[in-house]
């Protein structure tokens, strides 16, 4: 059910950039989509002011949406880890800032639903406006924990990281701040059915808990990344790829030692991984060890057209990943035809089942790891199998992920969302 009624929308998106992926990719484009048939603010951080502009020049995004900044500016520390620390921080700020501005351009702009859209994370409560103005809140994630048997396979610090992570999640679901925001949000949307049940548990309720990707493509992108793929051959030497940021959790150590594994069973497969980060180093140490420096290439990164075609070529998207939200990633090479091979876990556990690829088991690293060679080899010997899954892929997407129908369920949620509220009108 659309909602033809509501037309004026606050978007709070502390992340929203026009030329960036991740959290600010998610803002902008949906920003941009809704901006097509509501009436939008939104509400943002400064340092994307300049580069938001440029876009409303070009006429990238409808003019009837009104971009509003508030929060200060800061220059980001050196080190990853610290500039890590110091964006949650900055947040925390953001978030009390965008709550006062919040209150005053509801009552300016008779707005009618606050929606929170990044960073999409349940650690920190969504903006808050006026008591009267329901609240949509999300996609958030990041409720999934990394199975502690798989540590010894990260760095040092990947290890710790994720340990503390842990630590926090546990520890965190219980704080008051994020339990006031779970109750008082009209609707919660979660980029995955785990972080669904999660959220449930801290709600006290399922009611107004939703699972909705916030991935989502025009009908531009999916022409765009199909085409890439359009002349894939199928019977060349196999080339796989992985991107992202380069951290512990995705699982990297254990697709190297995949690839060992499916070469000694005569499949020579090549690897690009197209990431920098924290867990580099670890990575590029451990493709010396495993003999594998004739196979695999690191890659900063891809952009735009080039980004485009390196997926056009890779047969193989091979990433484990143990804990995605709305993974962007993996959609895009699907979308150009590459055959996901990934661990049973999170969303990726989710999107990928057999028709389109190798959801492998995460038991044991040694199942992992067999499990992925296994599948490797699989589909380097037969061309047939791959050259299937790739077309299964690309049309999982085009109707799985496609604009129109995220559109068309988050109006059919703020629908929900405007008319269950206050709480106490809604069922159950």
Known sequence: MLLSRLVRILLSAFACHPEQGSESGVGWKTACLLGERYELLVLTHPRQKASIQQAQWDGKISPQVKFLFTGKDYQWHPNRLIARLQNWIEYKKWLRAASEEAVRLCKAYSIELIHHLT??????????????IPVVWGPVGGAALFPVKFLQGLSFSG?????????????????????????????????????????????????????????????????RFQAAGRNKDFHAPLYAFAGGICIGSKGLRFAL??????????SRIHYTIASTGPELRHLQKSVTELGLADQVQFHAGFHAKAYEEVLGQSHLFLMPSFREGSPRTIL????????????AASAQGEIVDEKVGFSVPIHSRRQLVQGMADALVRLDRDRHLLQAMSKQAQMKIVRDYNSNRFFDRLSEIYHLAKAGYPPDARAG
Request: with cysteine; aromatic share 6%.
């Open 119 to 132: 960073i999409g994370t349940w650690r920190l409560p969504p903006v808050q406006g006026p008591a009267n």
């Open 159 to 223: 290890a710790a990281f994720e340990v503390f992570r842990n630590l926090g999640t546990l520890l965190g679901r219980g704080g008051s701040a994020v339990t006031l925001g779970c109750h008082r949000a009209a609707a919660i949307l979660c980029g995955n059915g785990p972080d669904a049940e999660f959220i449930k548990k801290i709600r006290g309720s399922g009611a107004g808990v939703y699972v909705l990707s916030s991935a989502h493509f025009s009908p531009q992108e999916l022409e």
């Open 257 to 266: 030692e995949a690839l060992g594994i499916a070469r000694q069973m005569g």
């Open 332 to 343: 895009e090479a699907m979308l150009a035809g590459a055959v996901p091979v990934v661990c």
